[in-house]
């Protein structure tokens, strides 16, 4: 069972192994990359610098915060349950780590390509909840117990549409091999027949990975880092990095599905640097995004959060779903599609201000929530 | 409903400790959640960590030394406070304060109400959790101010100003110009804070309808300020009961109509507009050479026997000192009537029923400063 690597014969097991090494180097300079950049941009939305000291830029920031983290001692608190609390972090990285395998950087370049790898990704990024949940159990802390309980709610609320909305386009595709779905989109991307699903999928993966304006589970304010709270040195690091390497895999799946990945506007035979550049720029814009609204929107309340994503997200993606099979039995025109999703924008939009301006229900509301709570 | 399956089981409410070391309590406050889900069920507020007997020290000291502990009380608005109890000594002693620094202490104080709000703005926008911009945001304002009067006192918090009798010395030269330069940025700012909060989806429907009070419950709780104001009171001192030269500004006193937090909010942003209205009539109207301390001061100020009550609007509300002299050159006895520690009782009665999250918006929208709370 030999494969080819490089023009080199090389073992079927080998080449995996070796090409987890070097998704896992890949990953974590990345990650680094990301949080220097997140403080940076952070930095300029916010009239300040920024890390600078470190290195040029401050470049090394990242670095250093690394080894701070891993010099820092493991706590763990006396009353916690020591399996869940030391298993926990575990739980949430390695399922992120996984959803690496079928990402297509660039042609021929994913660890594996699986006919059903859409799928795989959607189920194994929300193994990860239960890591949630575990440090949020495990830890013997309220405002951790809380922190965990809401983001397993968010998790499985926010699952449907994100699912849902890639579920649009593999219907249009004809498929779940996500280099496929790639390959497919040469000429023509399809955040342009279907930019409701895309923007439900982006509000959806922001929920999935815990950032503004929904991160409940994590919000400083109330509860003061939930799950992490008494997490402290690798531990900790290694949620940290989990956070940011969901936001890289997120950010590159979208990429790929609606932006057209490697393939959109240049054709997949150009070369390798074209391609990265193409990927890194897609996957960036989507990063640069979500900083964006961290630097800029509050946080939502958790009935807000819920009914958001049952009243609005849900039935906005089954129309869509319900048009796609509609074109796709009768063979209608693609244009539909597209007249569909931007009509379906504009609905998410004018719902979602509707929905935040409601006029207000005081004192009745005051005086139901009191009775409720009495 | 929540509660009505919680009915079915065996279920327990949850004991939540929300301070003295969390981010969202302004300072050293504690707070017991009693909550139900995500309902807050009861609250009970702890305050007293930041004690320290200010008002007692200052029975150990003269007028003048006490001005120090004025600001230490309240030292987001050290100026307002340093107000109160300077001019509760001059009406004690009958010292006629001379014009020109009526006018500079209004205008530094309209300029303390500003900085105060925009530190609200940002402590409150990081409450309903948007990630520290709309603090630099504020503290940038803030920052242009703070420069303007350490330019003028010498210091950036504790200024120690305004004395008995009038100013311990003379503003700078380009005072006027100065302040005409920072009040442009303050405009800009405002529409900054319009822009990030007002018009913001999120945080509107984060604030509307939330932590409801009414007039008249928030009257019985003696609560005063934009905390009242939101409620529907006309209630403000300046216009109430002049004090300094109010009487011959033209300004509004802003009220909400709805008493929750965005209409806290929303009182707090129009009054930064007025704010600026005043002081420039302030700067328009004021002398530009004269006295700022009565010709003859003693060179030890004693007050004969009596007592006095007296009030200003500070940003939080109504700041009052009671002053009891038994003769001498120092008080017998001092009380600070805290605008805040009045504005806290209403806490539960404003967080009970609402969600976690709220609950903290709410303990934002009051605006405390917990050593004014605790003095």
Same mark, same amino acid.
């Given at each position: 069972?030999?494969?080819?690597?490089?023009?080199?014969?090389?073992?079927?097991?080998?080449?995996?192994?070796?090409?987890?090494?070097?998704?896992?180097?890949?990953?974590?300079?990345?990650?680094?990359?990301?949080?220097?950049?997140?403080?940076?941009?952070?930095?300029?939305?916010?009239?300040?610098?920024?890390?600078?000291?470190?290195?040029?830029?401050?470049?090394?920031?990242?670095?250093?915060?690394?080894?701070?983290?891993?010099?820092?001692?493991?706590?763990?608190?006396?009353?916690?349950?020591?399996?869940?609390?030391?298993?926990?972090?575990?739980?949430?990285?390695?399922?992120?780590?996984?959803?690496?395998?079928?990402?297509?950087?660039?042609?021929?370049?994913?660890?594996?390509?699986?006919?059903?790898?859409?799928?795989?990704?959607?189920?194994?990024?929300?193994?990860?909840?239960?890591?949630?949940?575990?440090?949020?159990?495990?830890?013997?802390?309220?405002?951790?117990?809380?922190?965990?309980?809401?983001?397993?709610?968010?998790?499985?609320?926010?699952?449907?549409?994100?699912?849902?909305?890639?579920?649009?386009?593999?219907?249009?595709?004809?498929?779940?091999?996500?280099?496929?779905?790639?390959?497919?989109?040469?000429?023509?991307?399809?955040?342009?027949?279907?930019?409701?699903?895309?923007?439900?999928?982006?509000?959806?993966?922001?929920?999935?990975?815990?950032?503004?304006?929904?991160?409940?589970?994590?919000?400083?304010?109330?509860?003061?880092?939930?799950?992490?709270? *008494?997490?402290? @040195?690798?531990? /900790?690091?290694?949620?940290?990095?989990?956070?940011? %390497? #969901? =936001?890289? +895999?997120? $950010? !590159?799946?979208?990429?790929?599905?609606?932006?057209?990945?490697?393939?959109?506007?240049?054709? *997949?035979?150009? @070369?390798?640097? /074209?391609?990265?550049?193409?990927?890194?720029?897609? %996957? #960036? =814009?989507? +990063?640069? $995004? !979500?900083?964006?609204?961290?630097?800029?929107?509050?946080?939502?309340?958790?009935?807000?959060?819920?009914?958001?994503?049952?009243?609005?997200?849900?039935?906005?993606?089954?129309?869509?779903?319900?048009?796609?099979?509609?074109?796709?039995?009768?063979?209608?025109?693609?244009?539909?599609?597209?007249?569909?999703?931007?009509?379906?924008?504009?609905?998410?939009?004018?719902?979602?201000?509707?929905?935040?301006?409601?006029?207000?229900?005081?004192?009745?509301?005051?005086?139901?929530?009191?009775?409720?709570?009495? | 409903?929540?509660?009505?399956?919680?009915?079915?089981?065996?279920?327990?409410?949850?004991?939540?400790?929300?301070?003295?070391?969390?981010?969202?309590?302004?300072?050293?406050?504690?707070?017991?959640?009693?909550?139900?889900?995500?309902?807050?069920?009861?609250?009970?507020?702890?305050?007293?960590?930041?004690?320290?007997?200010?008002?007692?020290?200052?029975?150990?000291?003269?007028?003048?030394?006490?001005?120090?502990?004025?600001?230490?009380?309240?030292?987001?608005?050290?100026?307002?406070?340093?107000?109160?109890?300077?001019?509760?000594?001059?009406?004690?002693?009958?010292?006629?304060?001379?014009?020109?620094?009526?006018?500079?202490?209004?205008?530094?104080?309209?300029?303390?109400?500003?900085?105060?709000?925009?530190?609200?703005?940002?402590?409150?926008?990081?409450?309903?959790?948007?990630?520290?911009?709309?603090?630099?945001?504020?503290?940038?304002?803030?920052?242009?101010?703070?420069?303007?009067?350490?330019?003028?006192?010498?210091?950036?918090?504790?200024?120690?100003?305004?004395?008995?009798?009038?100013?311990?010395?003379?503003?700078?030269?380009?005072?006027?110009?100065?302040?005409?330069?920072?009040?442009?940025?303050?405009?800009?700012?405002?529409?900054?804070?319009?822009?990030?909060?007002?018009?913001?989806?999120?945080?509107?429907?984060?604030?509307?309808?939330?932590?409801?009070?009414?007039?008249?419950?928030?009257?019985?709780?003696?609560?005063?300020?934009?905390?009242?104001?939101?409620?529907?009171?006309?209630?403000?001192?300046?216009?109430?009961?002049?004090?300094?030269?109010?009487?011959?500004?033209?300004?509004?006193?802003?009220?909400?109509?709805?008493?929750?937090?965005?209409?806290?909010?929303?009182?707090?942003?129009?009054?930064?507009?007025?704010?600026?209205?005043?002081?420039?009539?302030?700067?328009?109207?004021?002398?530009?050479?004269?006295?700022?301390?009565?010709?003859?001061?003693?060179?030890?100020?004693?007050?004969?026997?009596?007592?006095?009550?007296?009030?200003?609007?500070?940003?939080?509300?109504?700041?009052?000192?009671?002053?009891?002299?038994?003769?001498?050159?120092?008080?017998?006895?001092?009380?600070?009537?805290?605008?805040?520690?009045?504005?806290?009782?209403?806490?539960?009665?404003?967080?009970?029923?609402?969600?976690?999250?709220?609950?903290?918006?709410?303990?934002?929208?009051?605006?405390?400063?917990?050593?004014?709370?605790?003095?």
């Amino acid at each position: 069972m030999n494969t080819d690597l490089f023009g080199l014969q090389v073992n079927v097991w080998a080449d995996a192994a070796l090409r987890l090494q070097l998704i896992v180097v890949f990953m974590t300079v990345v990650v680094m990359g990301l949080i220097w950049a997140e403080r940076r941009i952070l930095g300029r939305f916010q009239q300040r610098i920024g890390p600078q000291k470190t290195g040029p830029f401050g470049l090394l920031q990242s670095v250093a915060d690394a080894v701070k983290l891993v010099g820092k001692e493991d706590l763990r608190p006396k009353n916690a349950d020591p399996w869940t609390f030391e298993l926990a972090p575990f739980l949430v990285f390695i399922p992120i780590f996984m959803g690496f395998v079928i990402v297509p950087f660039l042609v021929g370049w994913n660890i594996k390509v699986l006919e059903l790898g859409l799928l795989y990704f959607v189920a194994i990024s929300s193994v990860n909840i239960v890591g949630w949940v575990m440090a949020g159990w495990g830890s013997d802390n309220r405002y951790a117990m809380i922190g965990g309980l809401r983001a397993a709610a968010q998790s499985i609320s926010y699952e449907l549409p994100l699912v849902l909305s890639l579920l649009a386009v593999a219907m249009v595709a004809g498929t779940l091999n996500l280099d496929e779905i790639v390959r497919q989109q040469g000429s023509v991307p399809y955040i342009v027949w279907q930019p409701m699903a895309f923007a439900i999928f982006f509000i959806a993966a922001l929920a999935e990975l815990n950032r503004a304006p929904f991160d409940i589970p994590v919000g400083e304010s109330e509860v003061v880092g939930g799950p992490f709270v *008494e997490y402290s @040195g690798i531990r /900790w690091s290694m949620f940290m990095l989990a956070e940011y %390497a #969901g =936001l890289l +895999i997120m $950010a !590159v799946v979208g990429a790929s599905v609606f932006l057209g990945g490697y393939a959109w506007p240049l054709g *997949e035979e150009l @070369g390798l640097g /074209w391609q990265v550049v193409l990927v890194g720029a897609k %996957a #960036g =814009l989507i +990063i640069f $995004a !979500v900083f964006w609204i961290r630097a800029s929107l509050p946080r939502l309340r958790i009935d807000q959060l819920m009914g958001y994503s049952w009243k609005i997200l849900l039935p906005l993606v089954l129309v869509q779903i319900l048009v796609n099979g509609l074109v796709l039995v009768y063979g209608w025109s693609e244009a539909i599609l597209g007249v569909v999703g931007l009509a379906g924008v504009v609905a998410l939009v004018s719902i979602t201000g509707r929905a935040a301006n409601r006029p207000r229900q005081i004192p009745a509301r005051a005086a139901a929530l009191k009775g409720e709570a009495a | 409903m929540v509660t009505e399956r919680a009915r079915e089981f065996d279920t327990q409410d949850l004991l939540i400790n929300v301070g003295p070391q969390h981010p969202s309590t302004h300072g050293v406050f504690r707070m017991v959640l009693e909550i139900d889900g995500e309902l807050v069920k009861d609250v009970i507020p702890y305050i007293g960590y930041l004690h320290r007997g200010a008002e007692k020290l200052c029975e150990t000291m003269d007028y003048r030394q006490g001005i120090g502990f004025m600001d230490r009380t309240e030292y987001l608005a050290a100026f307002n406070a340093e107000l109160s109890y300077v001019m509760a000594v001059e009406a004690l002693a009958g010292l006629e304060v001379p014009e020109r620094a009526q006018w500079i202490r209004m205008i530094l104080c309209e300029l303390n109400r500003i900085s105060s709000h925009f530190m609200f703005m940002g402590a409150f926008g990081v409450d309903t959790g948007v990630m520290g911009t709309p603090f630099i945001y504020g503290w940038r304002e803030r920052e242009g101010i703070i420069d303007l009067f350490e330019e003028i006192s010498g210091d950036r918090m504790m200024y120690a100003y305004f004395r008995p009798g009038g100013l311990a010395w003379d503003v700078t030269t380009n005072f006027k110009a100065r302040v005409r330069e920072v009040l442009k940025s303050i405009t800009q700012g405002i529409k900054d804070f319009d822009g990030l909060f007002t018009e913001n989806e999120i945080f509107v429907a984060r604030t509307k309808g939330v932590g409801y009070i009414s007039a008249e419950d928030a009257i019985d709780y003696g609560m005063s300020g934009p905390s009242l104001r939101a409620s529907g009171v006309p209630m403000d001192v300046r216009k109430d009961e002049p004090y300094l030269k109010y009487s011959e500004i033209d300004f509004k006193v802003i009220t909400g109509e709805h008493g929750d937090v965005f209409d806290r909010y929303h009182c707090r942003l129009q009054e930064l507009r007025e704010s600026v209205k005043i002081i420039e009539q302030c700067l328009a109207k004021m002398p530009d050479t004269g006295p700022i301390m009565p010709e003859k001061m003693p060179r030890m100020l004693r007050t004969p026997p009596g007592e006095v009550y007296l009030r200003t609007e500070a940003p939080r509300g109504e700041y009052g000192v009671y002053l009891v002299s038994n003769g001498g050159n120092r008080p017998y006895r001092l009380k600070v009537r805290s605008a805040c520690l009045s504005n806290l009782q209403a806490l539960k009665q404003m967080s009970v029923g609402q969600y976690v999250a709220d609950a903290i918006l709410v303990l934002g929208s009051i605006d405390i400063v917990l050593s004014e709370v605790d003095r």
